[in-house]
């Protein structure tokens, strides 16, 4: 069992100091649309990013065991915000992903590993929000 822990220090202003085991310190507040900063972490920007963050590392972890050469990977998630019984919350989240192999590299395993991520990554598992996800393989010369 792994245990990730984070803490967050506001003095009642933003932005307040969210800190990570990792050693990150950042700045974190309440998003613009709800009367926050601009220019810092905000919980929807985290949620939003933890989705992608966590695909991108699963993946570079099968890639490597499979021992496939990979160029370049990028990725976009967009999670949108809907009341939902009287509640707001992320009613859906799509992620979007770039992919660039080398010729050597068949798109099959490229797209298997792909998809094994999606299977295997931790935040997406947890998570009872839908997730769609667009996958773009192109072959570098």
Same mark, same amino acid.
């Given at each position: 069992?792994?245990?990730f $822990?984070c803490s967050?220090?506001?003095d009642m202003?933003?932005? &307040?100091?969210l %800190?990570t085991?990792? !050693?990150? @310190?950042?700045?974190?507040s309440k998003p613009?649309?709800?009367?926050?900063m601009h220019?810092?972490?905000?919980?929807?920007?985290?949620?939003v990013s933890?989705?992608?963050?966590c695909?991108a590392?699963?993946?570079? $972890?099968?890639?490597?065991k499979m021992?496939l050469?990979?160029? &370049?990977?990028e %990725?976009e998630?967009? !999670?949108? @915000?809907d009341r939902i019984?009287g509640?707001?919350?992320?009613?859906?989240?799509?992620?979007?992903?770039t992919?660039r192999?080398?010729?050597?590299?068949k798109?099959?395993?490229?797209?298997k590993?792909?998809?094994?991520a999606?299977?295997n990554?931790?935040v997406?598992a947890s998570?009872s929000s839908p997730?769609?996800?667009?996958l773009?393989l192109?072959?570098t010369?």
């Amino acid at each position: 069992m792994e245990k990730f $822990t984070c803490s967050l220090t506001h003095d009642m202003s933003w932005p &307040s100091k969210l %800190s990570t085991q990792n !050693g990150l @310190v950042i700045d974190f507040s309440k998003p613009p649309e709800y009367r926050g900063m601009h220019g810092t972490l905000t919980p929807e920007d985290a949620f939003v990013s933890s989705v992608i963050t966590c695909i991108a590392a699963t993946f570079d $972890t099968i890639a490597n065991k499979m021992h496939l050469k990979i160029t &370049s990977y990028e %990725s976009e998630a967009t !999670g949108i @915000v809907d009341r939902i019984d009287g509640v707001y919350k992320f009613s859906e989240i799509s992620v979007k992903v770039t992919i660039r192999i080398p010729p050597e590299t068949k798109a099959e395993s490229a797209r298997k590993a792909f998809d094994m991520a999606r299977s295997n990554c931790l935040v997406t598992a947890s998570l009872s929000s839908p997730t769609s996800y667009e996958l773009k393989l192109e072959t570098t010369e």
